[in-house]
């Protein structure tokens, strides 16, 4: 987005899983790490890229990195003692997909560089997906209150094994949504630019046209059930707001709130 500084983006996590057995959990080009001592294991041919980035991404957080590069600021593209250190600093303090500890070990493979990408969210984009290969093809999304204020659009055969983390305050009104993603009875095309209209009370309705994703959206919605009348389409279908639609659960975590369906019940921790 347009207020976020230039940024070369987010580290591929899945090119940092092991380059040889055991896989974690694919195949990859192995992990960056101290290359003065035996620990650069990447086999890429942009390593100096992909460890200016990680500096860069460090850096931004906040660690020390120590005088060396250019700039006196630590960013060189060799991964050292000083990156190393603030490495392992990194993941003292942060947890991976499932939110377990990270391993600190001072290598940069797809947990941590997965945990990088996350805590960048709000810094240098505003929406990163954690890349699927590495959690079974489920859809982890991380994104800022303001994207998740404007939707976002979930694959409804995906959405029992989706979570979504929210980084910084929960959006005013988000429980009190219309969130729905229109497809193809083969799920694999979008219903796009189609007029719709939902009747939530005697005197407002909701109408409007889908996107190019087939995304329907709306807030600050009266809690319930409502039928929503499609261009095309003969029969009304049922949508529903947030709490008993797609969102379930809430789990307070360390500068994110954790989105993903559970019971029908709604649990605030």
Partial sequence: MSEYSDNPGSLPAEKLCNSSPPYNPVKGDGALGNQYHGKMFYRGNNREELVKTLQMMLKTLGYDLGTFGPNKDGIDGKFGDD??????????????WDGNNLKVDGLVGPETSDALNRAMVGLWYDHY?????????????????????????????????????VKGPLPQGYLSHISVLLRSNSGAVPLSNLAYRIQVSESKILEGKTDKDGLVHHSNVSPGDYRMKIEGLEDEILVSTLPTHIVHRITRVPGYFLFEKGSEKEDVE
């Fill in 83 to 96: 990156t190393e250190k603030a490495v392992k600093q990194f993941q003292e303090k942060n947890k991976n």
């Fill in 129 to 165: 997906q954690t890349p699927k290969e590495l959690v079974e093809n489920k859809p982890y999304h991380t994104v800022t209150s303001d994207f998740l204020t404007n939707g976002l659009a979930f694959d409804p055969y995906e959405a029992d094994k989706s979570k979504v983390f």
